[in-house]
Structure formats: structure tokens, C-alpha cells
């Protein structure tokens, strides 16, 4: 039986985290198009090793922890990955490819995005679908029928006032689970572990940060990291 991604919400809802999944490709391939120098993948035991004498992800540069289900290749980046802002060199990697993007910063919901082919697809973000999102969209219309996407609680202050009633939120594990199931995406819950970082994962792991800072200088947080 599939694990989907609806248990995401459960396992890793306060971590903060961004998940990258690629359609059709391996780990060390995602690797490199998410920043990561060639070749330096690390199996799971020695990567989950460095995290444990770090003592934290914090004092270590941005890293992923990557693993393979189902055609895809996927990612799990710490919180800083999710802000990053140097990595446009790369965008050309990304071009005609499908993927999705799922990320939680743990300021805001979190918000669900795909592209197929290279064509913006769909894009979820505080409880609603993107505006530009064709209004025919099998996901959209699957959502509102089936967990009432689009839907309005009435305020019980003015319930025969409309203009007065909240949107309707649907849980964010419900979310997940459409999202996963439309697009064939499903993640090994066991082989990641809750939380991914720590070291109880079978994922591999990278670090995707630059070794150079943009000011010439070598990335201080590499000077005790060993090169695999």
C-alpha cells in the first residue's frame, strides 16, 4: 500500500522544511539541481553520523536529504533551503521537467506548487487555489467536492449574511493527500523518518549550500565538513 504524502502533516508540521520532487530522475541528478556539487552525495550512516557530531543542522550548511519512490526523486531541505536566493543559475536545469514543490516555513501555511513539462500547473497557498489556475482543473474540482475547497462557514453572529461568512480551510493533510494522489507522488514514511534531519533517516544526504559566499570568501561552515 502507498504511503502517499498525507502523513507529512502529522510527522514533520513544526519543523519547517521544503520538499522538492522530481519526476523521472535519480538522487545524485536532484543533488546538483538543487546546488549541490557533483559527486558528493553521501550515503545515509556517514551523512547521518556528521549530523549527529554536528549536534545540529544549524551549525552545518544547508543541506537535503534526498531518496527515489515511485518515479521520483525527492528532497527534504532544511529551513534555510527554503529561503534561498542563489540559486537562479540553475533554473536552466529545471526547464520541460515535472516537479513539485511543498513548502512550510512554519510563519505561514504551507503552500503546494507543480509543474508539468515545464508548464506552471497548479498552486495552492492560504486555503485557495492560485488565480491563475485554470478554473476546469481536475485537482481543484476533485478539492471541492470531495473536502469542500471553495466552501464558506457561515459567521454565527450574521448566518443569513453571506458576505459576512469565513472561507472554509480544509486540513492540510487532506490537502496533501489529493495533491499526492493526482500528481502519483507517494514518500517512504519509515525510510524517512520524523523528523528527516535527524539521524534516524535512510535518506541520503548533500549539502546544496555554496562552499564560496558571495563576497569571495570560503563558506566558514564548510571548515569542518569532510568532502565525500
Request: hydrophobic share 40%.
Amino acid at each position: 500500500m502507498s504511503d502517499g504524502i498525507e502523513w507529512i502533516h502529522e510527522a514533520l508540521n513544526g519543523w519547517g522544511f521544503q520538499l522538492v520532487a522530481l519526476k523521472d530522475a535519480g538522487v545524485e541528478e536532484l543533488a546538483v539541481m538543487l546546488g549541490a556539487e557533483p559527486g558528493t552525495v553521501m550515503a545515509a550512516p556517514a551523512f547521518n553520523a556528521l549530523v549527529a557530531a554536528a549536534g545540529s543542522t544549524v551549525r552545518l550548511p544547508d543541506l537535503a536529504r534526498l531518496g527515489t519512490c515511485g518515479g521520483w526523486a525527492f528532497a527534504f531541505e532544511t529551513g534555510g533551503g527554503v529561503f534561498r536566493l542563489d540559486r537562479d543559475h540553475l533554473s536552466h536545469l529545471w526547464e520541460g521537467r515535472t516537479y513539485v514543490r511543498v513548502s512550510d516555513t512554519m510563519m505561514d501555511p504551507p503552500t503546494l506548487h507543480a509543474v508539468v513539462d515545464g508548464a506552471w500547473d497548479w498552486r495552492y497557498f492560504d486555503g485557495v487555489v492560485h488565480e491563475q489556475v485554470r478554473a476546469d482543473h481536475p485537482l481543484t474540482a476533485r478539492m471541492t467536492a470531495e473536502i469542500g475547497l471553495g466552501g464558506a462557514v457561515p459567521d454565527p453572529d450574521f448566518p443569513d449574511d453571506p458576505d459576512e461568512w469565513a472561507l472554509y480551510v480544509p486540513a492540510m493533510a487532506d490537502v496533501y493527500r489529493l495533491f499526492g494522489e493526482h500528481y502519483g507522488l507517494t514518500l517512504p514514511r519509515l525510510a524517512i523518518g520524523e523528523p528527516y534531519h535527524y539521524g534516524n533517516t535512510e535518506l541520503y544526504g548533500v549539502f546544496t549550500a555554496p562552499r564560496t559566499l558571495p563576497d569571495g570568501r570560503p563558506n566558514p561552515k564548510y571548515e569542518s565538513v569532510p568532502r565525500p
